[in-house]
Every structure is written in C-alpha cells, then in structure tokens.
C-alpha cells in the first residue's frame, strides 16, 4: 500500500480502453478470467498460458508485448554490466592508490 492508501495495482491499472472491465480498470484473460493490471502482462499470459488457443491479433499482441521485454532485459543487463565495471575500476583505482 502507498501512503495514499492505493496498490501498485490500482496505480498501475488503466482506466478505460480497450480490454478493461469494471472490476477497478483491469484487463481480464478471456480463457481462464485471471486480470492483470496492464496490457502487455495479459498478451504475455495469453501467449506463454493459451498459445494454442490465440487469433492473429492476440498472436500479434503477444509477440509486440515480448519483443518489448525482451529490449527492457537487454537495456538492463547493459546497465548491471556497465554498473559493474565501474565499480570494479573504482576498486582497482583505490588499491592502486592504497599501495
């Protein structure tokens, strides 16, 4: 809970569009009616849980929405290795300073 008293997932859900249902501005999986607070979190449900079961426009929704996942990963393992590296430089900068 925030200090205004709101979840994560009532901050982070939509509310209206496209998908969205009256239960508090979420997005709702038409096979098995798990919700999901944002969009993408449903197409990546509906592709990795009822693959067998998705048209053409939720295959394209589950491909556009794990394409951009995978780009998030990879721009974040970027950033833990360059954060690593520095921070391995900054050690060897201060031994080499210590000696």
Known sequence: MAV?????????APTEGD????RGGTFDCPYCDRRFAREEYRDLHLGQEHEERLDADER???????????????????????VLVLVYFGFLVVYAFTL
């Open 19 to 22: 998908g969205t249902t009256e």
């Open 4 to 12: 205004d008293g709101t979840s994560v997932a009532d901050r982070d």
């Open 60 to 82: 394209d929704a589950y491909e556009a929405a794990h394409d951009a996942e995978a780009e998030a990963i990879r721009i974040f393992r970027l950033k833990a290795l360059a």
